[in-house]
């Protein structure tokens, strides 16, 4: 982005956010309304390529956000991004069955209207691909208000038997898959321990910013795990099975698998770990100019652990605290904001970490373990701006 360029032509976002039923933010501080003022301009990245440009949302495509052209709390679903490893199935509503299988009391087969006829619960979750990327300045990320019926509802209603300790989602997409030399059909699948899947957060989900499911978001139902990275969130869900012992599918097991080199009781060792929670993360998205008042504006995701700070550092300069968001919720993403009110012209670079009520900082690359696969990218992420 060479120039200057005034956000304020993208007001299709605010459409498409008021068209998905959402209440107007009346009452909210100012700065917590992100869309522009006429007179704000975004400043340049000097990091960003020229050219540089999301792709768009389209038929089995993946769709990352220009992170710089986030203007709402929640993100309009036709921006949401988009991640699928198979294909993208259309379900018709009325065929679809959701069904609760293996080690439970009263296996469970039921319509979208019977799901829909259950308690039904909303719940703000902004997540990020695992596999999100400084490259795309962590466009993979989006946050929305998601309605459904609880998980643990589900599995109280079908009566998970003792000895049941892990849960598996299978979504409706499929693809061949290779284990050593073998070729087979698999459907897209995750899993996760039964005291996970009992927290009251996770959502059997059919809502999205108060309107059905869009089909690249998994329509007609998929599963919201609050905190988690969005490979939990398994799309087009079909069928919850409980089961005696861990699940190795390949998404659990050997994809979307962390390497990296940790102490492991007092022993370094290369361990591999599957991303499950979210870890503790801050990055800049965007510098604006308002008369002499520079903002600079970023998002933190976590696992729900609340927060202790948000801070910016300019160059070499200290760390100064920034305002997070009071909109934010435990699981929402929270956007936070600094006023740079002494800004010089010239390059500058602009880095912010974040701090959790447990004392744990969002630590620079080279504090992290060393890291082999792409998946977990959390460290402080320096960015460059020019000042005219
Ligand atoms: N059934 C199914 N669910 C899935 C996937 C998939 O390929 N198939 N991809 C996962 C991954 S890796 C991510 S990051 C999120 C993306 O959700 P979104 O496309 O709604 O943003 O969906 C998850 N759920
Ligand atoms: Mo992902």
Redesign the pocket.
Known sequence: MPTEDNLHRRDFLKGSLAAGGLAATAGMPFWSRLALAQDEVLVPFTDVPEGFMAPPVAPGAIHFLDTRHIETFYTPVGD???????DQPEIPEDAYRLRITGMVERPVEMTLAELKSREKVEIDAG?????NNTNIFHG?I?NARWGGVRLRDLLAEAGVQDGGIEVVFY???KGIEEVRDVQVEQ??A?SMHIDDALRPEVLVAYEMNGAPLHL???APV?LIVPGW?????????EQIHVQDRRFMGR?MARD?VTLSRRDVGGVERWEERSVTKMRLKSSIIRVTRRNDEHIVTGFVLNDGTPLRSVEVKIDDGPWRPAEIDPQSTQYSWKLFRYVWSDATPGEHTLVSRVTDINGQVQATADQLPEKRTRWENYAQFPRTVRIS
């Open positions: 949401f991004y988009i991640v699928h490893h198979y997540f990020e691909c695992g596999g993979l989006g979504g409706a997409d459907n897209f995750r690249y978001h998994g998929r990275y969005g490979i939990a969130n398994v799309k087009w869900l998404y979307y």
